[in-house]
């Protein structure tokens, strides 16, 4: 028994386990489709959690250099999953909202955070100015890539063969662009590709949490669990956006990256609360490009090959979500310094955007 509590103690987000057993009997029983979307969103956050944990160990086992690469395919494997389900289903926009809240939610709620709590513990806090800088940039053109086929559909004013085929290339150049990243981050380990994963900085020989056959049946079993609870998760959305009146853009923005990748965001606030800012925001940034430029070009191919074709169209809101989101994060990183009250600037704008999109009608 000490044993269970003690793994509770290091693993809390475990006892959201308890959600899966909860899920299969919402659905079995019929307890109405709100009931299985909680339940099945509770229940991805542990199985998020430990694909991290698994990745984590087998990057122990491979070497900071294949380690960053696993981190890199793996880191958001939760939300690419909840997203594939998604386009199974048709919920296309859906799948857009996710991509623009996965960027905005490392940028502003993640980096935020972390910037609160670490200011608050330890006043100002440094890290590294010049990646900082290269983290702009890269975001900047991330972004813009992003939004080039949504200029181009809006002064064509429809929906033509020429805007698919335009996310085809634009998608082709991203992912290039991500490849030269890992090829550099195999060379330099401070790539901004990627991020190695999290240590403590007091121990340099960190016993991980799992061997490495472990590691791999772990990953194995978390991922099927997130492919069944994304099935259950997604048959539920449209039930609940019509039943609470809810806009199906929140859902995508606020709540799906959320789930996905909550494990994820608690390390970055935990590791700025040890005064490590430098990880802290290369854990936030580096998730955000490797949505920006392998997730959502990947995405466009294979709905592609699913006969559900996805292209890099976005509303003008999500657009003015995602460009705010870069600008307030360089103009915060360039000097490569935070404090607590950047940190709630970054919040507020969030929690603004929210409330923005929580308003957005239905339809």
């Given at each position: 028994m ?5 793994y ?10 308890i ?5 299969l009997l919402?659905?079995?029983?019929h ?6 979307f909680i ?7 542990p199985m ?9 160990a087998?990057a ?11 981190n ?9 999953i ?12 859906l799948?857009?909202a996710?991509?623009t809240?996965?960027i ?18 330890h ?19 991330a ?5 080039i ?22 998608s ?8 030269l ?5 195999l060379k330099f ?15 340099n ?17 978390a ?11 997604v048959?539920a959305?449209?039930?609940v ?17 959320i789930i ?12 700025a609360?040890r ?6 925001v290369e854990?936030?940034?580096?998730s ?8 959502a070009?990947?995405?466009v ?10 292209t890099?169209v976005?509303?003008?809101f999500?657009?003015?979500?995602l460009?705010?989101a870069?600008?307030i994060t ?5 000097d490569?310094?935070s404090?607590?009250?950047e940190?709630?600037a970054?919040l ?7 409330l923005?999109?929580f308003m957005?009608?239905?339809?």
């Open positions: 000490k044993k269970v509590w003690a509770i103690k290091k693993n809390p987000l475990s006892l959201l386990l959600a899966l057993p909860l899920a919402a659905e079995l029983l307890w109405g489709a709100l009931w299985v339940f099945s969103a509770l229940g991805v956050v998020a959690s430990y694909i991290g944990s698994a990745t984590e087998l122990h086992y491979t070497g900071p250099k294949i380690g960053g690469l696993l890199a395919t793996l880191g958001n494997a939760a939300e690419l909840i997203t594939l389900v998604a386009i199974k289903a048709g919920l296309l926009e799948v857009k996710s991509i809240g996965s905005i939610g490392n940028l502003l709620l993640v980096m935020g955070l972390s910037m609160v709590i670490g200011g608050a513990r006043g100002l806090q440094s890290f590294d100015r010049r990646q900082s800088t290269n983290h702009a940039i890269l975001l900047t053109l972004i813009l890539a992003l939004a086929p949504s200029f181009f559909n809006h002064f064509i004013a429809e929906y033509s063969p020429e805007v698919e085929g335009l996310s085809l290339g634009v082709v150049v991203m992912i290039l662009l991500y490849g990243g890992i090829l550099y981050s380990n401070n790539s901004p590709m990627t991020h190695t994963p999290p240590v403590d900085h007091g121990k020989h960190v016993k991980p949490e799992y061997t490495i056959w472990q590691a791999v049946l772990v990953l194995a079993l991922t099927a669990g997130v492919v069944w609870l994304s099935e259950l998760l048959g959305v449209e039930v956006v019509a039943d609470l009146g809810m806009s199906e853009f929140f859902l995508g923005i606020i709540l799906i990256p996905g990748n909550v494990a994820e965001h608690l390390v970055a606030v935990q590791v609360a005064n490590h800012m430098d990880l802290s854990i936030a940034v580096s955000s490009l490797q949505i920006a430029l392998f997730v070009p990947l995405l191919f294979i709905s592609l090959m699913m006969g559900n074709p996805l890099l976005f509303n003008p999500e657009l003015v979500a460009g705010a870069v600008v360089a103009l915060v990183c360039f490569g310094e404090n607590w009250l940190g709630a970054l507020s704008i969030y929690l603004i955007l929210g923005a999109f957005m009608p239905v339809g």
